[in-house]
């Protein structure tokens, strides 16, 4: 048992929380108009229905796959309202900051403190990441609780449980997951390697029998797919609902997948990610801390190749090809590009690597200066298309706000009709209505009642498109018969109800 009284045992949890609270912080200050992508208003919009006990209303077009991880946590933080929405914010600020902090440490165990230090710039400066984890994305808290699994079970190998219940959780939120869970537990069971000292194992023998322990572990390592197989059977009563729903989105939308576009997208998806100079530097840090670091960089390696291996059969297999699947493996591939700068410092200097290490990190060192103008501006479009998307959700908001959608209570004056899909869940959750009450008429027909939200300018419709790939764009005239009722810089509302009522109090345009 820690002694919990020591100030050191202390330190060793409190210093891991101020960077993590520091870096989320500064994030903050840095990109203050961070809001959650259409993917997880959903999630929170089911979570609300799960609390209120009834069935996720999965029936809109284009609707994303649920994650069972951020429905329920969505349903835990449903009383607070829009309160939630400033909740998932949080999560998403500390994710990014626990990512920094999980890079860097596994960057300084595996090698040293120089090497997790840049590792950690190089990955908190990419601009995917921050784009995805500034929206919310679930693949932020997924990304940093395997890499937590991985620092665990590089301060203390083979741990077991631990590691596989954060697989587990990771589980509930992306599928690759699975295939890592798997692959721990056949390593932990299966004799590759001796017991640490003082540890006995559980293990498969060929004639000894099973560990009961074994069942525990295989239990753990199952309970990511099994449980959510269930959650889908329960909520859809389709044990793969998710599978067949996100591979029949992924053809609307006209993604790149399948086993020919792996090879082909596939590495430009991580190029995304860690760009030239992390690509480059990633591929001779692997390549020197196997000459040279075999044991120290071995899990590290591994990972990276089990990262983009499950990304590899999730493409192969239907799902689509896009740069934020490629994110975890590009934070442990961002350890190498930083060890190919720093690395040649742990050789001695006889060393017959020694030099061409040197060599090499000063090529990545100019590749990372002649690069720094893209970056930058990479950073910069970032934080504007942050701020334009942000402005265009604040000014839909600020309609549902003023009362524009009442009345809402009358049947005839439903379903709203939106520009596009990105609309659906936004106008769901915050007027407390089913997504399937909201309607994308860049996918259908126009229904002749209801309320007709249109765009008020072209700056409206360029950032707020949910993909490139999504069917139709929003138009901006409103069927015969619909009357203006309120409007602002960025939206124009038009309503035609059954009967008639008089229009809404009009907050400033």
Not at 39 to 66: F, H, N, Q, R, V
Not at 452 to 460: I, N, Q
């Amino acid at each position: 048992m820690p002694d919990t009284g020591n100030p050191l045992a202390k330190a060793a949890w409190v210093i891991p929380a101020a960077v993590v609270a520091g870096v989320a912080l500064l994030l903050f200050l840095v990109f203050p108009t961070g809001f959650p992508n259409y993917d997880t208003i959903y999630y929170l919009l089911w979570g609300k229905e799960l609390a209120e006990g009834m069935s996720p209303d999965y029936g809109a077009p284009l609707a994303p796959t649920p994650h069972p991880l951020y429905d329920l946590f969505g349903a835990v933080i449903a009383p607070l309202d829009d309160g939630a929405i400033t909740v998932a914010m949080i999560v998403a600020y500390l994710s990014l900051g626990a990512i920094a902090w999980l890079v860097y440490r596994l960057g300084s165990l595996w090698f040293d403190r120089p090497t997790g230090v840049i590792a950690a710039v190089i990955i908190m400066t990419s601009a995917p990441i921050l784009s995805n984890g500034l929206r919310a994305y679930i693949d932020i808290p997924y990304i940093a609780l395997c890499l937590a699994a991985l620092l665990i079970e590089t301060r203390r190998p083979k741990a077991g449980w631990p590691v596989l219940l954060l697989l587990a959780l990771a589980g509930l939120l992306r599928p690759e997951a699975w295939l890592f869970a798997g692959f721990y537990f056949l390593y932990l069971v299966l004799d590759f390697g001796p017991a640490p000292e003082g540890r006995r194992l559980p293990t498969v023998r060929l004639h000894g029998g099973i560990d009961r322990r074994v069942v525990a572990l295989a239990l753990l390592a199952a309970a990511g797919p099994v449980i959510w197989v269930l959650f889908d059977l329960i909520t859809t009563g389709n044990p793969l609902y998710s599978f067949t729903g996100t591979r029949e989105t992924v053809e609307t939308l006209e993604r790149d997948t399948g086993p020919v576009d792996v090879f082909l997208y596939g590495p430009r998806r991580l190029g995304e990610v860690l760009q030239w100079p992390g690509m480059i530097g990633g591929l001779l840090g692997v390549v020197f801390a196997f000459s040279r670091f075999r044991s120290r960089a071995a899990l590290g390696i591994v990972a990276a190749v089990l990262a983009l291996a499950a990304f590899a059969l999730m493409g192969a297999a239907g799902l689509a090809i896009i740069p934020r699947y490629t994110m975890l493996a590009a934070s442990i591939l961002a350890i190498f590009a930083a060890l190919s700068i720093t690395g040649w410092r742990l050789l001695e200097p006889g060393d017959r690597w020694r030099r061409p290490w040197q060599a090499g990190a000063v090529l990545v060192v100019i590749l990372y200066i002649v690069w720094l103008p893209n970056q930058i501006d990479l950073l910069s479009k970032v934080s504007r298309d942050l701020e334009n998307q942000g402005l265009v959700e604040r000014d839909l908001e600020a309609l549902v706000d003023e009362g524009a959608f009442e009345p809402l209570a009358e049947a005839d004056c439903l379903p709203i009709s939106a520009p596009n899909h990105r609309a659906v869940p936004r106008l769901a959750f915050w007027l407390d209505i089913r997504p399937s009450d909201v309607v994308s008429i860049a996918a259908q027909d126009q229904p002749d009642q209801g309320y007709f939200l249109a765009p008020a300018r072209d700056f409206t419709i360029n950032n707020f498109i949910l993909d490139p790939g999504e069917p139709g764009r929003g138009t901006k005239q409103p069927p015969p018969g619909f009357t203006e009722i309120a409007g602002n810089r960025s939206w124009t509302l038009y309503r035609r109800c059954g009967r008639v009522v008089g229009p809404p109090t009009l907050g400033p345009g």
